[in-house]
């Protein structure tokens, strides 16, 4: 017997009993689904293979995606919306990085410091999940996917020159954070 | 089974044992009764769609209407009351937010540094719940609600220009927290 | 069943299974002559009302009465001696607060900053429990009280004025802790 | 039934049923003898009866005594060193204290600042536990002690003038802490 | 009946019921192996006897050994890689220290100031795993090591001078972290 404890969409911390271990990611399916989480997000943010991300399961995280009214797509995570952030491959002779997907939001007066990170300027901003290199994992991956008919979410492969940098844009987003 | 996590009104840490998942509101409501919490407030708040504001079931987070000796509708929350504050709907070239309703009480001084929010001026104040956007959900309504003949707390709906700042208001009524 | 977690007087994280909710304060007492407690001091101390302070059972946040050699009565709570402070009412344009009784001791070098108190001066304190307004509680009361031939432990009301404020007194006591 | 927290001697967070209230000190000793640890030192270290000291069951904190090359009775936890100091009474004006016998070590850079007690000058040590006053208490003691032929660790008792302060001593011990 | 709390390579928080204290390890092993972890890393870093060094299951922490694509051997641990190196035995007349292998990581801007350790210079790393001194245990070893024909990773004894600290080396790994 298993025990997995979540915080609810109402703040409270629930344990739910799991029959086996192989039925664990299925509960968290059916109570992320709901929004309900389970453990803090990792310093840095979540960490997964890139090949993961067109169809990564974000029930698994107890996050969902949402369509701004401007059409964007967001991905909200306990109240609060992340934008998604192609970064190009860096090698240069100092860094050697593969490319990513990164899913942050602008930092806010009442996060702790431990999950700010810096960028250019005076900006501050908070990961949910860093999408880079590792092999893909099919349990990640929402269930029947494709086979269900829902063509696979395809952003377009981070190969293009970096994105403008976080800095440059207005936290704006991050205020209007829908429930 | 599930099991859901309490700080009793002694501040005792009790798990109550839950049958099922369709029962843990109910329990939530038992308990929050006698002013039992289960995890704490969410950084900035507890969010709740507006149109669940004006018949929200405080006590499913363990609060209680108080009515002071001037009149005033509060929100009791482990000792410290909350004042109803209504934000109007703001939708200049850098922002766009939706009408809300807070309830907040002036920061103390042994309040930790991660619940402060800073206002005009020094003044900073804690948020225990924000009701904003989103779709009504039910479940979070008194339950039986006007159909037991008690009328809708109905406060006006938050259109007028965004009262006066907490800023310009003393934070007597923190002081005066009843027990 | 419910399920309290306590820290013993060994400083182990124990927990003991409670049959009914009934049975709670049975078992908070229990365990709490033996010097276990269950959750942490709220925050600015545990709030009580003013007419449980005469007969409050003690041992259910794991504290208990102790006469000091000088004829002095202190709680002890976790190895720290708590002093009884009378506060009066106050009633001026600016503030409006019932009388209280209040059980404090000097703040200590390693005391994590979020429960220490300012006071006139460099004085800092930290409060165990406040007893101030409200409604008596019976369940806080020791069980069978009077009855059992011991008189109720009645201080004088707080009505003097509020007394020499504790930064006028040393920290003595608080380095007399006995075990 | 009660349940026990510990804290293995590979970090691993481990609960262990205990049949009965009056088996736990015994479950205390059988997993502190492989370095399991049960909550946190309190702030300060433990407190102690002084007539504990000399044949004080260290397993049931999960600590255990290490002779040093140089000959030196130390206390192993969680693989920190800590050395028995004596603390003469003290009888002045200000203060009235009772001689002890304190266990502690010089900090180190990693540690908390709640743990961390100042000592003359810039030195900075960390309580383990301290004996001072009280009553003894025989469960406190190794089971059997002085019957199983083992003489009992008698260390003069706290009479001489205050031993030099720590500030006096290098930190070289604390670096020494052997596995 | 024991139960071990993990968090996941989600970083869900699951708990696993383990029938006997004797089964412990290996559960350990079981969901190390998939990256689930138990409690956080001791202050300081984990320690172990240095004569576990060359065979030491890692999986008993949820680590695991990689090789970067230039050959070098890292340890692998929630996302982070960490590098070996070898620290000689210290005997001067201020300090007594016996050889050691260190695994440890340059610190990140998200990391929680206790964790960070100085070094020369600005460079501020943390380690994972220090082996230092000690009796080999063979609870610690990969189970049936080297009778399953696999060569024990004999790494060179520390006895060469003490390596080029980690200030001299760019942080450049630890932003390869594979997932």
């Not at 609810?8 to 990611?25: Q, S």
């Not at 993961?52 to 995570?77: C, M, Q, V």
């Not at 991956?141 to 979410?153: E, F, S």
């Amino acid at each position: 017997m298993l025990h997995i404890e979540f915080t609810t969409d109402l703040g409270a911390r629930v344990t739910v009993d799991v029959e086996t271990a192989d039925k664990l990611l299925d509960v968290q399916r059916q109570y992320g689904r709901l929004g309900w989480t389970s453990g803090d997000i990792p310093t840095g943010g979540y960490q997964f293979p890139l090949d993961n991300e067109p169809d990564f399961d974000w029930t698994l995280i107890g996050a969902r995606k949402w369509t701004s009214p401007e059409g964007e797509d967001l991905i909200i995570h306990k109240g609060h919306a992340y934008r998604r952030r192609e970064l190009e491959a860096v090698d240069s002779r100092k860094m050697k990085l593969p490319a990513a997907v990164k899913y942050s939001r602008g930092a806010k007066s009442t996060d702790p410091e431990h999950v700010r990170e810096k960028s250019d300027g005076e900006f501050e901003y908070v990961t949910l999940a860093i999408f880079r290199g590792g092999k893909r994992q099919e349990r990640y991956a929402v269930p029947g996917g494709r086979a269900q008919g829902q063509p696979a979410p395809q952003g377009p492969r981070p190969a293009a020159p970096r994105p403008t940098p976080p800095a440059a844009r207005p936290a704006r987003t991050e205020e209007e954070t829908p429930f």
